[in-house]
């Protein structure tokens, strides 16, 4: 085949697999077609299914966990997710750490006090515990994609809440978080939905004519 025809038709090929990249409607999703939803309602922070609820917690130590798990959650992003750089989950969790260190250290001690309050000489060994799972709990290979993107889309919330709110953020979407990790909708990056590619015309020279449009008898070879 000529250069020039040859040269029209990866242009052609180029075109075609770039726009079947692009979301039709990239302002809804950054890693689906169309983003499903997994909104969910406000918690308190011992709904089993949304955290490990702690036995006979006060209602400090019950925050405490919640935003632990909230913590476990961006941290688990920032590991799994890296795939996807745009939804910076690294540099979202790592700014947490800074911006919200003082609310998350005094989770972290209120949890100390609490396995220390109810487990006595092996509190640590059931504190490890209890994070241990918490993290296993987030942690996904069929769900990934939602989870991912909705890690992020939290990760950049909890920035923009103030230093002291950030068990708000925890409140209003732990339940999304968690609804995130069933598999759902179809993602165009890492997609479920497979692509059929249309035939590409015969490279023959004999197919072609001088102005390097294909011939007739060749058309039907398409399909």
């Known amino acids: 085949m000529r250069a020039s025809a040859l040269g029209r038709w990866t242009g052609m090929i180029a075109a ?6 692009v979301p039709t409607n990239p302002a809804s999703a950054y890693l689906y077609w169309i983003r499903p939803n997994f909104a969910g ?18 209602p400090a130590e019950i925050r405490a966990n919640l935003l632990w798990n909230l913590r476990a959650a961006l ?15 690294v540099r979202n969790y790592n700014t947490l750490l800074s911006q919200h260190g003082t609310e998350l250290n005094n989770a972290y001690k209120t ?29 996904t290979m069929h769900a990934q994609i939602g989870f991912c993107e909705t890690a992020g889309k939290i990760g950049r919330l ?8 950030l068990y708000e953020v925890a409140t209003s979407y732990m339940q999304e978080v ?30 072609w004519d001088r102005k390097d449009y294909l011939k007739k008898k060749c058309e039907r070879l398409l399909g």
């Open 16 to 21: 075609c697999v770039g726009a079947s990249l």
């Open 178 to 207: 968690r609804n995130s990790l069933i598999p759902a909708g179809d993602a165009f990056f890492g997609a479920r939905t497979m692509l059929t590619p249309k035939p590409l015309p015969p490279l023959d020279d004999k197919c």
């Open 158 to 165: 909890a920035l923009g809440a103030r230093r002291g709110d």
């Open 75 to 89: 941290n688990v992003a920032a590991l799994q997710c890296q795939f996807s750089p745009p939804l910076m989950t």
């Open 41 to 58: 309602g406000t918690v308190q922070g011992n709904e089993p299914g949304v955290v490990l609820p702690l036995a006979d917690a006060t």
């Open 111 to 139: 949890l100390n006090n609490y396995f220390k309050r109810t487990v006595k000489l092996k509190w640590q060994r059931a504190f490890d515990t209890h994070t241990t799972r918490t993290y296993n709990g987030f942690s």
